[in-house]
């Protein structure tokens, strides 16, 4: 890696993560943002299906609750529900689907 580059942890010894690897994959934001203003304006630019439930696990986020925080700050929680189903390529057929396409459009 050249100096003064930054690099993306991954646990990996090398490479970015496989996301950034696939070009035209979207890029996904966490809701472990610490504090309300700061999840509010995250939600204000980011398209709501590219907003996941977030943690910094294993370590001290903060956020005693980190589910519970963004639905406290205005997060729906069956849109956050069918982000992380899509993310993880685990949209079955039916009415999860069907909410996750109306989120989209």
């Given amino acids: ?9 991954t646990g990996a ?3 970015p993560p496989p996301d950034l690897e696939q070009p035209g994959r979207p890029v996904r934001f ?8 700061t999840l509010r304006l995250l939600r204000a630019h980011a398209s709501p299906d590219r907003i996941v ?19 406290d700050n205005g997060m729906d929680a069956a849109v956050l529900e069918a982000n992380g189903r899509a993310f993880l390529g685990a949209v079955p ?3 999860l689907r069907a909410r996750l396409a109306r989120v989209r459009a």
């Fill in 93 to 95: 057929e039916g009415p």
């Fill in 1 to 9: 890696m050249p100096p003064g580059s930054a690099a993306l942890s």
């Fill in 13 to 15: 010894a090398d490479g």
């Fill in 53 to 71: 439930c977030g943690s910094d696990y294993p370590f001290d986020m903060a956020q005693p609750d980190p589910v519970r925080f963004p639905l």
């Fill in 30 to 37: 966490g809701t472990a943002a610490h504090d309300p203003e």
